[in-house]
T-cell receptor, first 115, second 117 residues
Framework: EAGVVQSPRYKIIEKKQPVAFWCNPI?????LYWYLQNLGQGPELLIR????????DSQLPKDRFSAERLKGVDSTLKIQPAELGDSAVYLC?????????????FGPGTRLTVL | AQKITQTQPGMFVQEKEAVTLDCTYD???????LFWYKQPSSGEMIFLIY??????QNATEGRYSLNFQKARKSANLVISASQLGDSAMYFC??????????????FGAGTRLAVHP
């Protein structure tokens, strides 16, 4: 079974430029998460989707960040415009709610560097 | 507010020895879950072990065991017979709420483990 796929793995942009990250969750997983991981810290939830609905986006900076999950499968996280402080790793995870202890499966992340 | 504390920024252990990574948590919920994840340099978070708040026995998964002390609100990870491939960041995380429902995870800051030959 394929794991969570993310692309790109690395992205370097200049400040004020837009950037987008893509995530393909594990097949059949109805819940998708985007996390932000700053250097030396644990991941922090940005947004959670159940199917195509964003059910928790309280931590998403909506002035510059946006996300979508079309058809309840793939998801895209966008930043426009990027700031220096956005340099971090962006992790995508998926899970199947209602099964056991809802283990979240993580992708390898996208490391963003804003110059 | 829910919080996870990992007080050891870095640990090292000799190959084949056991090591304990500390984790304390704070929650007012009666139902919660505790996870440990491993993050190697490749960046992917790898699930290791889970302990539910109502589980009476400590969880074990191969060389990993979780020393769950509910009254002290601690959930330490024990790795037995360390291997060079165990060198990585280790994160303790807590799920708010009941199993089977919404699964927001709160992570600690992590502990970097180095296994020496």
């Amino acid at each position: 079974e394929a794991g969570v796929v993310q692309s790109p793995r690395y992205k370097i942009i200049e400040k004020k430029q837009p950037v987008a990250f893509w995530c393909n969750p594990i097949s059949g997983h109805n819940t998708l998460y985007w996390y932000l991981q700053n250097l030396g810290q644990g991941p922090e939830l940005l947004i959670r989707y159940e199917n195509e609905e964003a059910v928790d986006d309280s931590q998403l900076p909506k002035d510059r960040f946006s996300a979508e999950r079309l058809k309840g499968v793939d998801s895209t996280l966008k930043i426009q415009p990027a700031e220096l402080g956005d340099s971090a790793v962006y992790l995508c995870a998926s899970s199947l709610v209602g099964v056991a202890y809802n283990e979240q499966f993580f992708g390898p992340g996208t490391r963003l560097t804003v110059l | 507010a829910q919080k996870i504390t990992q007080t050891q920024p870095g640990m090292f252990v000799q190959e084949k020895e056991a090591v304990t990574l500390d984790c304390t948590y704070d929650t007012s919920d009666q139902s919660y879950g505790l996870f440990w994840y491993k993050q190697p340099s490749s960046g992917e978070m790898i699930f290791l072990i889970y302990q539910g708040s109502y589980d009476e026995q400590n969880a074990t998964e191969g060389r990993y065991s979780l020393n769950f002390q509910k009254a002290r609100k601690s959930a330490n990870l024990v790795i037995s017979a360390s291997q060079l491939g165990d060198s990585a960041m280790y994160f303790c995380a807590m799920r708010e709420g009941r199993s089977g429902g919404y699964n927001k995870l709160i992570f600690g800051a992590g502990t970097r483990l180095a296994v020496h030959p």
